[in-house]
């Protein structure tokens, strides 16, 4: 089993930023992409990013220039930088994990709450 735990939400303004964290434990080496996942009120868990282990990503367009995802393999960390936050980022985020690009995800952080205000 794989244990994701996040941290680093909280609340700012628009045009601030963010860093959120998720520590890996487990079986977590078998696992190649690590990414983060979004959900706003009323609305379907969406992409925000991922990485797999040798670094290539990929971003949701809505984010592209203004979040970056990296990723320690050796802490088994994945970290998501985000910038010029815009209200409309507002949401729970979601660590995840999953064998590759095209498995199932095999295990979800419990979330972490980012407001941005207008």
């Known amino acids: 089993q794989v244990h994701l735990v996040e941290s680093g939400g909280g609340s700012v303004q628009t045009g601030g930023s963010l860093r959120l964290s998720c520590s890996g434990s487990g079986s977590i080496s078998s696992m190649n992409v690590m990414g983060w996942h979004r959900q706003a009120p009323g609305q379907q868990r969406e992409l925000v990013a991922a990485?797999?282990?040798?670094?290539?990503?990929n971003y949701a367009d809505t984010v592209k220039g203004r979040f970056t995802i990296s990723r320690d393999n050796a802490q088994n960390t994945v970290y998501l930088q985000m910038n010029s936050l815009k209200p409309e980022d507002t949401a729970v985020y979601y660590c995840n994990a999953r064998a590759d690009w095209y498995t199932d995800f095999a295990s979800w952080g419990q979330g972490t709450q980012v407001t941005v205000s207008s």
């Open positions: 990485i797999n282990s040798g670094g290539i990503t």
